[in-house]
């Protein structure tokens, strides 16, 4: 049977001498992987659209067992991603986690689009760093986590002032601080930008400027997360932090002057 799906190469990896096995996530039908014949071969009409993070319209023959590529169509080469070592390096992490957390065999049409969103975004030109975070915050429930953001996690309390508790999974009021002794505490403004990398979507709020130690503030929280509920290290997080080891990289020239 002939499948028509729109897909991004999450994972390509050489198969024999000419041939690569490369990894799909589908609108379609979730993750798949596939091979596609010939694709090492530079002049094959498989190697562009089998790269990782392109954006296609996929051809699949497919009975039982790995289906075979048989042609895709771009629908976007992601120069970007593919050229910019900071680009790269998010996106990466943003593929990679993806493989991590889902399954193959059935559609997920949620991961795939913060997926879709948050490479396209990361390609316009949108901050990379924040939209990694975004993308952190909202397969959060692939870990099997669903975080209490909307009130208190013990009393459901909505005003007053507020903290991140790990172990009760969410906020706390600070009528329930003494439930956790390592709560963290959060300013009204960490709040709501916790709130809103939950629960609002990538493009609607990804042209927003954020300071450096605000995303490292709410990164800290949500890797902490996984770490904790899935023993999760990812290979492209410790590129990441080489990455931010290394300012003149990453620093935007704007802030050449600011020293
Ligand atoms: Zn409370």
Redesign the pocket.
Known sequence: MLNKWEGIVIKSRSYGESNKIVTLMTREVGKVAVMARGAKKPTSRLAGVTQTFMHAMYMVQRTSGMGTLQQGEHISSMRNLQTDIVSTAYASYIVELIDRLVEEGRPEPFAYDVLHQALHAIEEGYDPEAIALFVDWKLLPYTGVQPILHA?A????VAGEFAFSFSQGGF??H??FHVDPYIIRLSPRQLKLIRMFYSVPIDQVGKLELKRETKQFIKKIVTTIYEEQTGMRLKSRSFIEQLERTPLLTRKPSEDHEV
């Open positions: 208190c013990v009393c459901g309390e706390l009021c009528r329930c």
